[in-house]
């Protein structure tokens, strides 16, 4: 894992740089979730509307909508599939779950892919994201940090 102004990239994942999203495959689904920058900007969450699953998304569409202390807007996906599961429960059961830990419980779903090589934007992996994001959180400006109980 690295470690840049604090905020935490995790090797072991894909990165939609420009959308603050992580991407990690698992088997013929895929996991999907904001980054530590992406917390860090958005400020504590207040809602999150994550799609039902069942419902189909172009490349670039939306997967869930949050609402925190400064933004409103959409979470995006960077390939078209399908919304399988939604991490529905645990931002019922703490919503600053994504906040707290992004990485793990706070994913907000998962997706069948039609096909992960086709993205709207690139998913970048290693050492490869691990520059990005350090060029991404120096441009923005960011020092990443957690909210804590």
């Known amino acids: ?7 935490h990239i995790p090797d072991d994942r894909l990165y939609d740089i420009e959308g603050d999203l992580w991407v990690r495959p698992e088997g013929d689904l895929v996991r999907l979730g904001m980054t530590d920058v992406a917390q860090t900007r958005m400020g504590k969450l207040v ?4 799609k039902r699953s069942g419902r189909k998304v172009k490349a670039g569409g939306s997967v869930a909508t949050v609402e ?3 933004w409103v807007g959409p979470i995006h996906t960077p390939f078209a599939g399908e ?3 939604a991490n529905d429960q645990a931002f019922e059961d703490d919503i600053l779950v994504a906040n707290r830990d992004p990485y793990e419980a706070g994913w907000i779903c998962l997706v069948r892919p039609d096909d ?3 993205t709207d934007r690139p ?3 290693g050492e490869e994201a691990a520059v990005a994001y ?3 959180i120096d441009e923005l400006e ?6 804590a109980d």
């Open 1 to 7: 894992m690295s470690v840049y102004q604090g905020c």
């Open 47 to 50: 809602s999150i509307h994550i």
């Open 68 to 70: 925190s202390s400064k």
């Open 83 to 85: 919304v399988v599961t």
């Open 116 to 118: 992960i090589s086709e």
């Open 123 to 125: 998913l970048l992996e």
């Open 134 to 136: 350090r060029h991404r």
């Open 142 to 147: 960011v020092k990443c940090f957690r909210c």
